[in-house]
């Protein structure tokens, strides 16, 4: 056996059948290893100056991707002032991938047009942005419209290589621990950043809100952040609690809200232990008024709620009929505070909430299902990503993962917008297919997918409006006309992506006056 | 342009410029995807039977590796369980790669004579089977000793991969959603096993405390977990909490403890946002101690405490002298409450307490880490590993990854124990390179680390026994007259790998009559 000494002077074999090659011990880490100044927010290896430095660090470089969570909703400051700062930089042709672009991002038509962003991956998109993308085709490529299962699919599976990934928090420390629900910019769960941060090459973390090491809760643990620069202002408050809760009053929502409980009552689905997921829309919201009345009277404690939460939700948390909420992300203040004083309102990422190619989504575990359209066609195929004149103005969320996921989707939307009809021959764009959409609930009848004669059996018995989707579809047109289909240009501007990868739709330009 | 029509009808593109190929959408995966019976215990995915049913699932075969955790201490039934099963099987030539064994792994002698298990990686070993592979030369490879830190690198890191990780959980949920703080069986923090499941193939969890959809907290997500099995128990509660803390009366421990103290008081170290770990030996607990008189003298308030959790670290928390708790191992049920009730006291896993590949570990943020040693020699390096007579009966745990890691690493020991000598020329087996240790406190006296003489004069001033390593040696031989070398065999039974996965020393089998 041929021994040689380590620098300890110890005898190390260099090779050991059974074990292989044997490297002997050289030098002490221990210069190399250590946080020189733990408390001393100045000097830690971590933290620098600004963002210029932090990108500078990063090694950002021509043709990169890079990603954005959209936590901060309408109120992000942090991708345009990244942005503002790369652009600065002299970096170009990157691929932005974020989890999806709010109102808050119209600045990246300039920097489209500038050649510093070339590609686009994003559940979606509104606003002056989509209308640019939508009509003037600003970008070359066609924007990606990923599902937030999807998203982290194709980030965990490395089909979509994030190269430095720019997390917003509205509490960090210097060494990258992080969480968004202390702070003055505090936006709740940090679900969809969670998957970037696990697979990004470089994480870079900007923070309004430094605070003392360690930061608690760790929603991101150092583990996974290379930098962390502290900024005057991550969002504006006000609106990053834009998915604020309203309690609708509109009879024709009040009467959809209605059916869409009895459609749930009469599926059976709704008894001890089952679990529910809605939006965060006027309709869904009175749906859970009605299911508590309904949980109450017959005594029902259910298991969980998930997806974005709203106060409405944690409400229903703290009075006992839901035993937990899985949150991946966070509507409003009060849900906010309840994430961080309530251990039963748990936060979880975006590939437990919906990817398909983990082992188990919370998704998949859904009984009910209460999902909007834009559209919705006799094939009950779904849109929620473009407006019925072809424009995008909308965003995939996880829309189509919890239509596949749960055991009822449901969708309620009323029969008539404006004078457009919303039941159509056909959707300008599909998003969610219709194989997964369970039932049609408007204010003037139900459409039950005929793959369920049971539950329409059901809700005939319990005297409900039941018709069929065509009826839907033929009352709509009565009321408004046969609706003008938009004029559609050559260029693909969007890919729809279903949630495994494979292409749902595209969507080409919209030409002038078709609006 | 290509186009091919998708199961909806819709033309998509075979390929696109910029993008690649695309692929059409085919069916929707309703059926497949969905969790049938959310709720229904005895039908659900990931429910299985028994244990048996679990291994075959995983597709466990001849020369893979597996996992275990050892948060249940010396009241682990679990691994005993799994291997009897595993040896029933007819599977053999596994792999063990346990985050440590302990007196409750006595079971494998008989698995390693029988060729079920041909190779171990533990972070320690202890009772009949670390003497049966030291003495008896009973398995034909030898042991590699990994650090907490290294074991976490070399998973990560692909070094070392693990085909199935057997997760024992005092609370998991039909999906697999676990934690270790609730149920008749809770150990508390789930750290080392956290990295198993992020990064095996297969993870089977095993509980004797199945609860409703969804287990809250959760430690480990549903989204690493492929199998859940109920079994009776998972452990014996009274020895799980066998770390319990003990309050030293015994009056070296107490001189060396008030020395260790000063030491760190003289360092300088000891102000607002000091870290501090410590281990749960008598030594450890009374340094707290008088730790914590002297912040409350000063009015100091610390940063965090990190490492192996006991109630003497959670009461420090309480009383504000800390103001988080980093907890990888949990010692007594006191700690284990206030890891379930506290937000300040925060599980972490084993990547961030101390795997040197991650962007920052715990461990390199340490400002003060108190350290035991079976033997500590003139070159300070220490043994945690062997026994005097080269038996193995030790673990490395965290020992190596703070001591390079902290600013101030202190080993405390008394100068003799059973009149065996425990500061030596040379110790049996180097378990933490002297580098990284910057002072060795005795009964005694008080050697400094020549690196630092600086502190060595600080020490001096303030009045204290500070002498060299020599001259504790000397007093030691003195005592007890020079220590017997143990007798060691030609076969390599151990290697004791550092953090970096190089080689700090091989560890020989012990022959007769050497004990």
Redesign the interface.
């Known amino acids: 056996m041929n021994n040689i000494k380590?620098r300890?002077g110890?005898?190390?074999?260099q090779e050991?059948?059974?074990?292989g090659t044997?490297?002997?011990?050289?030098?002490?880490?221990?210069r190399t290893?250590?946080?020189t100044a733990?408390?001393d927010k100045l000097c830690c290896?971590?933290l620098v100056s600004n963002l210029r430095e932090a990108i500078l660090n990063s090694g950002l470089s021509d043709g990169m991707t890079i990603s954005f969570h959209h936590h901060l909703r309408g109120g992000d400051y942090v991708l345009a002032m990244v942005m503002d700062e790369i652009a600065a930089l002299g970096i170009r042709d990157l691929t932005l991938c974020a989890s999806s672009l709010t109102t808050a991002h119209g600045c990246l038509i300039g920097h489209i047009k500038s050649g510093v962003v070339?590609?686009i991956e994003t559940s979606g998109m509104r606003g002056a942005l989509a209308k640019a993308i939508s009509c003037d085709c600003i970008l070359?490529?066609?924007v990606?419209f990923k599902t937030h299962g999807g998203r982290a699919r194709s980030i965990e599976s490395g089909e979509r290589k994030i190269d430095v990934a720019f997390i917003a928090a509205s509490c960090c420390d210097n060494?990258?621990n992080m969480n968004g629900c202390t702070g003055k910019s505090a936006f709740g769960s940090m679900g969809y950043a969670m998957v970037d941060a696990r697979f990004a090459d470089k994480?870079v973390a900007i923070t309004d809100n430094l605070v003392?090491?360690?930061a608690?809760?760790?929603s991101i643990?150092?583990?996974?952040?290379?930098f962390v620069v502290c900024v005057d202002a991550i969002g504006d408050p006000q609106l990053i609690g834009q998915g604020a809760t309203r309690n609708s009053k509109n009879p024709v929502e009040l009467v959809i809200a209605q059916y869409a409980a009895q459609v749930m009552i009469g599926s059976g689905l709704v008894k001890?232990?089952?679990?529910y997921q809605a939006g965060s829309g006027g309709i869904s919201l009175a749906v859970a008024r009605f299911l508590k009345d309904y949980m109450k009277e017959n005594n029902i404690r259910g298991?969980?709620a998930s997806g974005g939460i709203t106060s409405a939700m944690t409400n229903l948390l703290e009075e006992g009929y839901f035993?937990?909420l899985?949150d991946v992300q966070t509507f409003d203040a009060e849900a906010v505070s309840s994430l961080l004083k309530n251990?039963?309102h748990?936060e979880?990422?975006a590939?437990?909430y919906a990817?398909?190619a983990?082992?188990?989504?919370?998704a998949?575990?859904l009984?009910v299902m209460i999902l909007s359209a834009t559209e919705v066609d006799i094939?009950f195929?779904v849109n929620v990503l473009t407006a019925s004149n072809g424009v995008i103005m909308g965003a995939l969320g996880g829309h189509p993962d919890t239509?596949?996921?749960?055991?009822l989707a449901i969708v309620v939307a009323p029969l008539l917008r404006k004078r457009i009809p919303i039941v159509v021959d056909e959707v300008v764009t599909?998003s969610t297919?219709?194989?997964?959409i369970d039932a049609v609930v408007t204010e003037r009848g139900i459409a039950v997918n005929p793959a369920h004669p049971e539950l329409e059996e059901r809700l005939i018995r319990m005297g409900l409006p039941v018709c069929s989707i065509q009826k839907l579809r033929d009352m709509a047109c009565q009321l408004t006309g046969i609706p003008e289909k938009p004029r559609f240009g050559e260029n693909?501007v969007g890919?729809v992506e279903?949630?495994?990868?494979?292409?749902?739709?595209?969507i080409h330009n919209v030409l002038p006056f078709s609006s």
Chains 1, 2 share one sequence.
């Open positions: 380590n300890l110890r005898d190390i074999p050991l059948s059974g074990i044997l490297r002997p011990y050289e030098h002490p880490d221990k290893e250590r946080c733990l408390n290896g971590k070339t590609g070359d490529k066609p990606i060494m990258g994480v003392a090491y360690p608690c809760p760790v643990p150092q583990t996974m952040v290379d001890d232990g089952f679990s298991s969980f035993q937990a899985l251990r039963r748990m979880m990422d590939q437990m990817d398909p983990s082992k188990g989504t919370v998949s575990c009984d094939h195929n239509a596949a996921g749960a055991k599909i297919p219709g194989d997964n693909i890919l279903y949630r495994d990868g494979t292409m749902l739709d595209v």
